[in-house]
């Protein structure tokens, strides 16, 4: 009789624990999109952002809507573009073409002396985290990483004044960062994040500057990592109308490309699954805000396994600042004859 | 009712299997079990292939023909390492050859429960279905120690420690699915135990040619903790001549390099526990896995443990079955309702 009782409780149990499972296996498969996807919060000043953003398209639309994006295909030379499908192409005026592609149109030269000081932003920091791998890994920490690195390196050389926006772990808005890089009166300015697929195994490597985004996910991208800044309406109005006569599209264009091609160039040789997603214009506000040649450069993808093993371990940080470095310097001394033949046979 | 159950059996075929990182294993409802290395290798050229003469070779048949093979072992840590297409593959023809050791009759359906490793992401489960759901008509994926539980009707008041080669996953039993809260892995495991054994190895004898597939064999059959009287001699070459060599001091010291996490986890998850039930679950704890096998390991683990009260600890009887032969328990004991959405 007791042993009877035992058998039926046991046997209770024991259905129990086979439903938990049956369960726990049903949301494996049903959560499988929710759980992957990034969670994303609309919170009142992200809204007001969009709106700015819509505000910048209609307000400034004529002004950069005729930047070809032809152009950049053959710019970005020996590697080779994958186009995701979801990647529009905009219209493409062939005289801008004509312009962009002009090889007497030095960007050195376009900035008279020369470029002499530079801004490196480390992305997020402090509360904001950024992405975070399945390690976790987190955005900000690499990003600082790479930015201090990348800093020490254009020391070395004695010519440039390097600033960061940041040099440790803290919270530093968007607007802040913008405002810096204009107090230090900067050259060029420089944005390092890190990238996040949540449904892609693969690696991407991506350079944006200023303008109006080419497709939604860019869009999206825009909207996460504009969410710190902390612009009112009226500011933002301000910016857009300078931005007519200051904004260097085609240098930022250049700088971008440039950084693009070496970084893509050497993370291929590592990372079989690197895939280049190119320029890109995207209105970022950091990018936007800077009177500068403004790039943001996404480089590395923290939702690659592979990649976040390797983001950390130091030699791969240290290439990565290796490749900004070059795409930095080759965007500056373009044009100046034997340079490349030089740095290319410099060791790494 | 006995007769809807023999049907049951003639139409569905139930299996278990466990994937590890370096064996795998499979129990059949059929009776047959198979085991094989976690390793695959697919021929390098052309003439690979005439020599080995098999597109795919799995376990120690890859090892001995390894020079002629890409060699892959895809479970590194007890996962598949993602974004790496061949692993996605090596791992596929794995279960794919798993299930067709199993025998399954033609037109069979097959049900099949895998054994995970126990702190195994939400992704890493679903990379483990992604994989296995072509070859079987119905899956769940359960965590390996918790098969290991169920196979041996530790339901209640328990702790099994299940050491592989990539991980060591503990997992308390308390009447209930395991929650996040009970379940706790290493990384500290075999291949660790392969890691250091090797770099003694090197140290003490650095003229000697070995590779990091002797020192595994070396330590499958020699492994130890604290003492053992006999003598332990391998050969190995010295400039192509044969040399003994005394490894004795290396294996222990190599094994006895997880003895601290493994305790100190142990322990700690104890402690987390109901303190009501503390005592019942030291008085039930089981080791599985292949490093169950490490003799005096049970031994030391209940020593070290007796500073928190009397406990017990025991061993799993085959160690090779215990995860596929209780994930094919879960699968039999499984509602039919239960299969049919998965």
Redesign the interface.
Known sequence: MISAFFRKK?LR??Q???????E???R??GK?KG??LRQRTFSPNRLLLILCIAAIVVLAGGNYLDAPLLAEKQTAGGTVMRQLPWSAELPNPSDFKAFITNADVSVSRTFGLGVKTIMIDAGHGGVDSGTRG?MGTAEKDIALDIAKRLKSRLDKYGRFHVVMTRSEDVTLPLNKRVELAREAKADLFVSIHLNYLPSK??NIIETYYFGPSADSKTQELAEQENAGSQYGLGEFKEIIEKLGQKLKLQESRELAYSIQKNLFANMEKENG?AYNFGVKRAPFVVLLGAEVPAVLAEVSCLS???EEKQLNTEAHRENIAHDLEAGILDYINKGEAGYGADRYAEKR | MAQTDTRKKDEVLFVGIDLGTSRSSISAGNGKREWIESFVGWPKDFIAMQVVGKPVLFGSEALQNRLSLDICRPLEHGVIKEGINRNDEAVKEIIRHLIELSGPASGQKIQAVVGVPADTLKVNKLAIRKAVTEFVHSLMVVTEPFAVAYGMNLLNNSMVIDIGAGTADFCIMHGSIPSEEDQKTVLTAGDYIDEQLFSYLSEKYPNSKFNKNMVRQFKEQYSFVRDTPEEIRVEIPVDGKPVMHDIKNEIRRACESILPALAETTAEMIARFDPEFQVKIKNNIVLAGGGSLIRGLREHLQDALKEYGPCKVSCVEDPLFAGSDGALKLAQDMPSKYWEPL
């Open positions: 046991e149990v024991r129990e624990i086979l439903k938990g499972i049956y726990e296996n049903l494996i498969i499988k759980a992957l399945k195994p693969i699954n690659n396994r592979q």
